[in-house]
């Protein structure tokens, strides 16, 4: 008898671009403002760019509206970044990507900010949904930062929402080399070694990423889906009882519960 349940890849992608428009730039803050004019007495540069930055990602019309301000301030570069990212809390996902990779391309300072920029500009195009467009982003900005742990991340979810699950193991395995206790990475490479038909590497994944974290939703939710497969109904209702517990409200949740629904479905 056929297994009906969710193959949902654990980290939704959508759930991951939209949490990853960063709570902390690939640069340090301090050098954002390097050359920054200053453009009124009143105004703290660092600060502004933080408030900014904050309302932009919280209360993405007042984030909008405060970087319209500080722009017609002399804001400059930073205050148009801030604007960039309010418009994807907004939902215009392409008018974002478009001014990220804009302001990427006119940008004379570090490489890192740049990247950034590229970052997110692959983030609000796969919120978009247009993978390709994201690809070609994190391309750019790997080839300014090669090897960093984000932009590998990133590009290995772009990777995973257009099925080239192979890859993602690739740009995954030496990035948990450097980085051995990164639970998204561990995640992500299970769900991909599951949809390689790998499932012992999937779930010595998940053992150490459950280690680390007992708790962590995508990965009780991904493990229930490969106890599911192996027709371990009894774990797989653990797994994802416990993936709804600990994040009730979101997509990983909904999935579980999607799950535990087709689970319970008696055939007549």
């Not at 995508?218 to 009882?241: F, K, M, S, V």
Request: hydrophobic share 45%; with cysteine; proline share 6%.
């Amino acid at each position: 008898m056929a297994i009906s349940l969710s193959l949902r890849p654990a980290y939704n992608w959508r759930d991951y671009a939209s949490m990853k428009l960063r709570a902390i730039p690939l640069l340090p803050l301090a050098l954002l403002w390097l050359s920054t004019p200053a453009p009124a007495e009143t105004i703290n540069p660092k600060m502004e760019y933080r408030t900014c930055l904050t309302l932009a990602r919280a209360k993405p019309e007042e984030g909008w509206e405060e970087a319209l301000a500080w722009a017609s301030l002399g804001g400059g570069e930073p205050a148009r970044h801030c604007a960039a990212v309010a418009l994807i809390g907004l939902g215009k996902y392409e008018e974002a990507a478009k001014r990220l990779e804009s302001l990427a391309g006119l940008s004379r300072r570090e490489e890192a900010l740049r990247a950034e920029m590229l970052a997110q500009a692959g983030q609000a195009w796969l919120l978009a949904g247009k993978p390709q467009q994201a690809l070609a982003d994190q391309d750019t900005a790997l080839k300014l930062m090669p090897g960093h742990p984000e932009l590998l991340l990133d590009k290995s979810v772009t990777l995973a929402s257009v099925g080239h699950y192979a890859e993602v193991v690739d740009l995954l395995s030496p990035l948990l080399k450097v980085q051995p206790n990164r639970i998204e990475a561990m995640v992500l490479r299970a769900v991909a070694y599951r949809y390689l038909d790998k499932l012992e590497l999937a779930k010595d994944d998940l053992a150490r990423a459950l280690v680390l974290d007992p708790s962590f939703p995508d990965a009780l939710l991904e493990r229930g889906i490969i106890r599911r497969l192996e027709e371990n109904n009894a774990g797989a209702r653990e797994d994802w009882l416990k993936a709804i517990a600990a994040a009730p409200e979101s997509a990983v949740a909904d999935t579980a519960r999607r799950n535990l629904e087709m689970m319970d479905v008696k055939v007549k």
